[in-house]
């Protein structure tokens, strides 16, 4: 089962990112960093195997690989990203994630411009 945090980290300290959140075996875990009505940001981890079912977000979304390395579907399209490499999907594009290794990623959600 998938776990979500929605607890924000602390403000005004640092953070070393890629230890917001752990790997749990066959799972996807998300930690929420910022949640605003107008966006949020989130550290997600894939364990191996691990997969991310089609979605089409009403939003545009960047994905940044901060460890591992990625397979990220975008509109049927094959996308391979590895640690420091991010993507940008607009609005109304499909989107799904096949772990074939473990990774973690930064999500970021921008909801304002919408109505």
């Known amino acids: 089962m ?15 990112i890629a230890e917001v959140v752990e790997y749990k075996p066959n799972s996807m875990v998300n930690k929420v960093i910022i949640k605003k009505p ?4 989130m550290v997600m981890s894939f364990d191996s195997g691990t997969e991310y079912t089609e979605q089409i977000s009403p939003f545009d979304t960047f994905f940044l690989i901060i460890e591992g390395r ?32 473990r990774f973690k990623m930064i999500v970021a959600v921008i909801k304002s411009g919408y109505e």
């Open 38 to 41: 107008t966006g949020n940001i």
């Open 70 to 101: 990625a397979e990220i579907w975008l509109d049927g399209r094959l996308n391979l990203l590895q640690s420091g490499e991010g993507i940008i999907i607009p609005a109304q594009h499909r989107k799904s994630i096949n772990a074939r290794e």
């Open 2 to 16: 998938d776990k979500v945090d929605t607890n924000e980290i602390k403000k005004l300290i640092t953070h070393v």
